[in-house]
């Protein structure tokens, strides 16, 4: 199981250190959360946090980016050095040319599925990714409720990755009982936010030593 610290919730006044302490806690890479403020009711990361975490990172990050259509933004964030670019069909008039750019670029292309997308609907897509980001809160804000009801997607977007050749992954609400059930089901990996390392008061190595385990 692939285990990515989103970095929106991380401590920006350390930003650096904190980039340090999770790599050297065993993180697998980092989630970025770009947003535009349109797309969804939030700001986020901008292209100068993407660049400094990337350039600090030895592992590779991947962005979400939540902004309705820019090309021009993709280009920047690879030029950053982000390795995997999430898109959301939603925002993207011509989604499956978006993605092919993403692998134009020399990024892995990845689409997000919002708990409204269902499997069918992004069905023909899914030939030309490489990730598959299956949320599980609405995105835009973390310290929100897992939504049981998306499980069901989640087992259906397992069963056809062999077939397609992607990888799954999940974000929102992680805690370490959702990481565990996520790994039974099939699930190659996890954004990791406040619900299991963010604000816990505890080194992050102890509780990435713990998430291992389960």
């Known amino acids: 199981m692939l285990l990515l610290p989103s970095m929106m919730c991380a401590d920006f006044l350390r930003l650096g250190e904190e980039v340090d302490e999770l790599v050297s806690a065993g993180c697998d890479g980092f989630h970025l959360d770009v947003m535009d403020g349109h797309f969804v009711p939030n700001l986020g990361l901008g292209i100068g946090d993407v660049e400094a975490i990337c350039r600090r990172s030895p592992v590779p990050c991947d962005v979400h980016l939540m902004a309705t259509h820019e090309p021009t933004t993709i280009d920047l964030l690879v030029k950053a050095g982000v390795k995997i670019v999430y898109v959301h069909q939603e925002a993207e008039p011509t989604i499956n040319s978006t993605l092919l750019q993403i692998e134009r670029l020399g990024a892995h292309p990845g689409l997000v599925v919002d708990p409204g997308v269902n499997f069918e609907t992004v069905e023909t897509s899914l030939p030309v990714v490489d990730y598959v980001l299956v949320m599980t809160v609405n995105p835009g804000f973390s310290g929100q409720k897992y939504l049981d009801y998306v499980d069901e997607k989640i087992e259906r977007f397992v069963a056809a990755k062999d077939k397609y050749g992607y990888k799954v992954i999940i974000d929102g609400a992680c805690s370490p009982q959702v990481i565990a059930k996520a790994d039974k ?19 992050y190595a102890e509780i990435f030593k713990e998430l291992r385990e389960l």
């Open 185 to 203: 089901m099939g699930v190659d990996g996890a954004v990791l936010g406040t619900s299991a390392v963010f604000g816990k008061g505890r080194p």
